[in-house]
């Protein structure tokens, strides 16, 4: 019997990827995690900087890597691309970053990954489902980021609007990772208990849609929620721990939306997806999501035309 080793590549070494190979690196999340950037010399200094403080850290191997490296890796994570610029939305990217997810996802096809593909990169929705036409995975295998990040932005400032921690705070963002995000505030509650909604914790919905721009604004990019939330969908794939997370995938007749990448709850496990979960939607929460999945489906067959 040999005993298999797990390796999570991460293409894109930029503030995202860094991150992440760091959170994923400092929790020993697999044996071996490996950078990929179009700048090499960077991931080999990345690494380098992460290597030398090894005696530090557990068993979890860091290194530079090649495309060579994805045939055998269980996770790929895509951050590569631009980033959002100050007042830029993250439809903004587009034009330029659907060159980049192509250009990965062919190479990945070439090199025979066949592990589970997760993509980070802006626009996500959009770019997940490039990455899921041309690799030829099936779409199990390949997974938006999605809202996972806006429904723990939603559940932190919740949190401090309503005096508990945001972990017993249950709520969720659905929809697009971007400005039409849809907040399901008829299933809020805390402890099992359904939540009065204030004009005041009303406002927690603009700022959950805004708390990128805001970060974009302060420090020029965000990074560490995204990092623990890519780390959160490695750990529940890699345990095979069936976490419901908001992460993007190709819906299938959801609240009579179809074809298209966008976020609803999903159980996540070895196999990548391994269920949807159908949320009750007031009447308004079906509306704005299905416009949502509208806006979406019309930008992704505008990508690849
Ligand atoms: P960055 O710091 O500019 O890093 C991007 C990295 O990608 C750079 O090191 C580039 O050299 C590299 N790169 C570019 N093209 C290629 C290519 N073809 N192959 C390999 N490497 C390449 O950007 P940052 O890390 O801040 O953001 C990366 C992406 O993540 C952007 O699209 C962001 O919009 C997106 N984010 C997504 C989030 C989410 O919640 N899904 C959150 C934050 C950022």
Same mark, same amino acid.
Not at 134 to 163: A, N
Not at 176 to 187: A, C, K, L, M
């Given at each position: 019997?040999?005993?298999?080793?797990?390796?999570?590549?991460?293409?894109?070494?930029?503030? @995202?990827?860094? $991150?992440?190979?760091?959170?994923?690196?400092?929790?020993?999340?697999?044996?071996?995690?490996?950078?990929?950037?179009?700048?090499?010399?960077?991931?080999?200094?990345?690494?380098? #900087?992460?290597?030398?403080?090894?005696?530090?850290?557990?068993?979890?191997?860091?290194?530079?890597?090649?495309?060579? #490296?994805?045939?055998?890796?269980?996770?790929?994570?895509?951050?590569?691309?631009?980033?959002?610029?100050?007042?830029?939305?993250?439809?903004?990217?587009?034009?330029? +970053?659907?060159?980049?997810?192509? #250009?990965?996802?062919?190479?990945?096809?070439?090199?025979?990954?066949?592990?589970?593909?997760?993509?980070?990169? +802006?626009?996500?929705?959009?770019?997940?489902?490039?990455?899921?036409?041309?690799? !030829?995975?099936?779409?199990?295998? @390949?997974?938006?980021?999605?809202?996972?990040?806006?429904?723990?932005?939603?559940?932190?400032?919740?949190?401090? =609007?309503? !005096?508990? #921690?945001?972990?017993?705070?249950?709520?969720?963002?659905?929809? =697009?990772?971007?400005?039409?995000?849809?907040?399901?505030?008829?299933?809020?509650?805390? !402890?099992? @208990?359904?939540?009065?909604?204030?004009?005041?914790?009303?406002?927690?919905?603009?700022?959950?849609?805004?708390? $990128?721009?805001?970060?974009?604004?302060?420090? !020029?990019?965000? +990074?560490?929620?995204?990092?623990?939330?890519?780390?959160?969908?490695?750990?529940?794939?890699?345990?095979?721990?069936?976490?419901?997370?908001?992460?993007?995938?190709?819906?299938?007749?959801?609240?009579?939306?179809?074809?298209?990448?966008?976020? @609803?709850?999903?159980?996540?496990?070895?196999?990548?997806?391994?269920?949807?979960?159908?949320?009750?939607?007031?009447?308004?929460?079906?509306?704005?999501?299905?416009?949502?999945?509208?806006?979406?489906? +019309?930008?992704?067959?505008?990508?690849?035309?």
């Amino acid at each position: 019997m040999t005993i298999r080793l797990t390796r999570i590549v991460i293409i894109g070494v930029g503030s @995202v990827g860094t $991150a992440t190979a760091y959170t994923l690196y400092l929790r020993e999340r697999a044996s071996e995690v490996v950078l990929i950037d179009a700048d090499m010399q960077k991931a080999e200094g990345e690494a380098l #900087d992460m290597q030398h403080g090894s005696i530090y850290c557990g068993g979890t191997k860091i290194r530079a890597g090649t495309y060579e #490296d994805c045939a055998t890796a269980d996770i790929v994570i895509v951050t590569a691309g631009v980033a959002q610029r100050p007042g830029q939305s993250r439809i903004d990217l587009l034009v330029k +970053n659907i060159q980049v997810i192509q #250009d990965i996802s062919f190479k990945l096809k070439q090199y025979g990954f066949n592990g589970i593909l997760i993509v980070a990169s +802006n626009p996500v929705d959009i770019l997940s489902y490039v990455a899921w036409y041309i690799s !030829g995975l099936p779409s199990e295998r @390949v997974i938006g980021s999605g809202t996972v990040l806006d429904s723990l932005r939603f559940r932190y400032y919740l949190g401090r =609007e309503l !005096g508990v #921690d945001p972990g017993s705070v249950h709520a969720q963002v659905l929809g =697009e990772h971007g400005d039409t995000q849809v907040h399901i505030w008829s299933s809020l509650n805390v !402890g099992g @208990v359904q939540v009065p909604i204030s004009e005041r914790i009303r406002g927690v919905e603009d700022h959950t849609r805004r708390a $990128a721009y805001e970060l974009i604004e302060h420090k !020029g990019y965000t +990074n560490y929620g995204i990092a623990l939330v890519l780390d959160a969908i490695c750990e529940a794939i890699l345990q095979d721990k069936h976490t419901v997370l908001t992460v993007s995938t190709k819906v299938a007749e959801y609240h009579g939306v179809s074809d298209v990448y966008l976020s @609803v709850p999903c159980v996540i496990g070895v196999r990548g997806i391994e269920r949807v979960i159908e949320v009750p939607m007031s009447d308004m929460e079906e509306r704005v999501f299905q416009e949502s999945a509208k806006h979406l489906y +019309n930008a992704t067959r505008e990508a690849i035309r």
